[in-house]
T-cell receptor, first 116, second 114 residues
Framework: GAVVSQHPSWVICKSGTSVKIECRSL??????MFWYRQFPKQSLMLMAT?????????EQGVEKDKFLINHASLTLSTLTVTSAHPEDSSFYIC????????????FGPGTRLTVL | DAKTTQPPSMDCAEGRAANLPCNHS???????VYWYRQIHSQGPQYIIH???NNETNEMASLIITEDRKSSTLILPHATLRDTAVYYC???????????????FGTGTLLAVQP
């Protein structure tokens, strides 16, 4: 149980284009999802907290107009990197909390974004 | 900022127990200790968590000192597939909202040797 998937697993795009990454909870409903970013040889950095049906809460220094988060249902959150540039190339990872009776986060496999 | 201190790397022989230490001297009474691991180019995997009692599950054991200022994650019989970065994280355990955030430190790279 508590499986989280991400799609795509990797994506290459041209500078200036937008890229959407999906995060799905496969066997549970997730009231809260999180988005992280990880650069090579670094640790995970939390970008934002996403609650179903409400606006995401962004961490300090994360541009909310550049990283659009939509948590439209209890099983799906999307992260859209708008007008991507090479410095946005990174490993993007989501996590989800299954329901209201636990707070353990379960992580997706990650999405490798490369912006040319 | 991460509230934990871990050694940057450790080696362990295959089949032996791996003991990964973590210092969290500023932990407060309502904060839990969580352990995750991340195998290269994958998302983190939940291992175990605890408050003050020792915990054991199918993956590992968690030993928390009586003063709660440090803990040890024990993998009883390490295999090559246990090679990963292990993260020790302390956080509040209130359900819902921003308090569920996990702040990752740099972790310990455990290399299991054949």
């Amino acid at each position: 149980g508590a499986v989280v998937s991400q799609h795509p697993s990797w994506v290459i795009c041209k500078s200036g284009t937008s890229v959407k990454i999906e995060c799905r909870s496969l066997d549970f409903q997730a009231t809260t999802m999180f988005w992280y970013r990880q650069f090579p040889k670094q640790s995970l950095m939390l970008m934002a907290t996403s609650n179903e049906g409400s606006k995401a809460t962004y961490e300090q220094g994360v541009e909310k107009d550049k990283f659009l988060i939509n948590h439209a249902s209890l099983t799906l959150s999307t992260l859209t990197v708008t007008s991507a540039h090479p410095e946005d190339s990174s490993f993007y990872i989501c996590s989800a909390i299954p329901g209201r009776n636990t707070d353990t986060q379960y992580f997706g496999p990650g999405t490798r974004l490369t912006v040319l | 900022d991460a509230k934990t201190t871990q050694p940057p790397s450790m080696d362990c022989a295959e089949g032996r127990a791996a003991n990964l230490p973590c210092n969290h001297s500023t932990i407060s009474g309502n904060e839990y200790v969580y352990w995750y691991r991340q195998i290269h180019s994958q998302g983190p995997q939940y291992i175990i968590h605890g408050l003050k009692n020792n915990e054991t599950n199918e993956m590992a054991s968690l030993i928390i000192t009586e003063d709660r200022k440090s803990s040890t994650l024990i993998l009883p019989h390490a295999t090559l597939r246990d090679t990963a970065v292990y993260y020790c994280i302390v956080r509040d355990n209130f359900y819902g909202g921003a308090t569920n955030k996990l702040i990752f430190g740099t972790g310990t790279l455990l290399a299991v040797q054949p």
